[in-house]
C-alpha cells in the first residue's frame, strides 16, 4: 500500500513508523521543516525508507495524494490542506 502522511510532528513520525513496519511505502509531506526536532524526525523517517518532501506545492501535494491508497493527516493539520482535500 502507498501512504502519504501529512505532517512530521510526533503523531506523523509514529506513522511512518508503523506503515514501514508493516511494508507500506511512505511518504511524508511537511509544510514548516524546521527545528532540531523535525530534524531529528526527519532523519529517522529517512532512515527508515520513507521519502520526505518539505514545503510542497499545492499541485504536488494534489498531485500525491491521487496516487495513494491512504493519505494520514496529524492531528494539527487543517481540514482544508491540499492533501486532505485530494483525498
Known amino acids: 500500500m502507498r501512504v502519504l502522511v501529512v505532517g512530521l510532528a510526533g503523531t506523523g513520525a ?3 513508523e508503523r506503515a514501514r513496519a ?3 511505502d511512505v511518504v511524508v509531506l ?4 524546521d527545528g532540531h ?5 526527519a532523519t529517522r523517517v529517512r532512515e527508515l525508507g520513507a521519502d520526505v518532501l518539505e514545503a510542497p506545492g499545492a ?5 500525491l495524494a491521487a496516487a495513494v491508497d491512504l ?3 496529524s492531528p494539527g493539520v487543517a481540514p482544508v490542506h491540499p492533501a486532505t482535500r485530494a483525498a
Open 14 to 16: 509514529a506513522m511512518v
Open 37 to 41: 526536532a523535525y530534524a531529528t524526525r
Open 22 to 24: 508493516e511494508g507500506h
Open 71 to 73: 493519505v494520514v493527516p
Open 59 to 63: 499541485d504536488l501535494v494534489q498531485e
Open 30 to 33: 511537511e509544510d514548516h521543516p
